[in-house]
T-cell receptor, first 113, second 112 residues
Framework: DTEVTQTPKHLVMGMTNKKSLKCEQH?????MYWYKQKAKKPPELMFV???????INESVPSRFSPECPNSSLLNLHLHALQPEDSALYLC????????????FGPGTRLTVL | GESVGLHLPTLSVQEGDNSIINCAYS??????FIWYKQESGKGPQFIID?????DKRQGQRVTVLLNKTVKHLSLQIAATQPGDSAVYFC???????????FGKGTTLSVSS
């Protein structure tokens, strides 16, 4: 299995809602990532988990809360988002260490009303 | 700071032509680079990578060239096909080796 899966594919939420994005991989990768991608822009790193521990938080607002319950799963909890948070949220995974390609999921298209 | 950029936002070619997509990077300490292809509505897909101890690497119909002297990276696609139409990103491994920094992207359009 060389796939990263993400659910849901699309999500529409209001600014007062709480929702979660989910990501799963079964490649034995011990590094997992959340990226945010706005239209016609490159992906921007949000969080990095290494061996289920948060290793990088790129100054992301606290309304985004990541969680890594185990080595195969990665969640992104959303609360009190703003319309400007509407974007494609991409999950990726890789082997830990240098010179390892990251495998990306298809993303969740998030719209905040 | 660390940054990776692309020279052209768009590139239009005819089917069967060879395509060259360019990328300039600013961090001379970078030693690992990847090219990704992103089709509409999908996540980035790995194409090819190269380490700084190499100046050329070939895959199936694709070649990546690295010129460390001028900090330039390019992706060559031979016999471009309509299915190659996508946005192409170069990415650089961060100095900490923990994440990728993406360039701005080039949209490749292939007409039949």
């Amino acid at each position: 299995d060389t796939e990263v899966t993400q659910t849901p594919k699309h999500l529409v939420m209001g600014m007062t809602n709480k929702k979660s994005l989910k990501c799963e991989q079964h490649m034995g990768h011990r590094a997992m990532y959340w990226y945010k991608q706005k239209a016609k822009k490159p992906p921007e790193l949000m969080f990095v988990y290494s061996y289920e521990k948060l290793s990088i938080n790129e100054s992301v607002p606290s309304r985004f809360s990541p969680e890594c319950p185990n080595s195969s799963l990665l969640n992104l909890h959303l609360h009190a988002l703003q319309p400007e948070d509407s974007a494609l949220y991409l999950c990726a995974s890789s082997h830990r260490g240098r010179y390892n390609e990251q495998f990306f999921g298809p993303g969740t298209r998030l719209t905040v009303l | 700071g660390e940054s990776v950029g692309l020279h052209l936002p768009t590139l239009s070619v005819q089917e069967g032509d060879n395509s060259i997509i360019n990328c300039a990077y600013s961090n001379s300490a970078s030693d690992y680079f990847i090219w990704y292809k992103q089709e509409s509505g999908k996540g980035p897909q790995f194409i090819i990578d190269i380490r700084s101890n190499m100046d050329k690497r070939q895959g199936q119909r694709v070649t990546v060239l690295l010129n460390k002297t001028v900090k330039h990276l390019s992706l060559q696609i031979a016999a471009t096909q309509p299915g190659d139409s996508a946005v192409y990103f170069c990415a650089e491994e961060s100095q900490a080796g923990t994440a990728l920094i993406f360039g701005k992207g080039t949209t490749l359009s292939v007409s039949s």
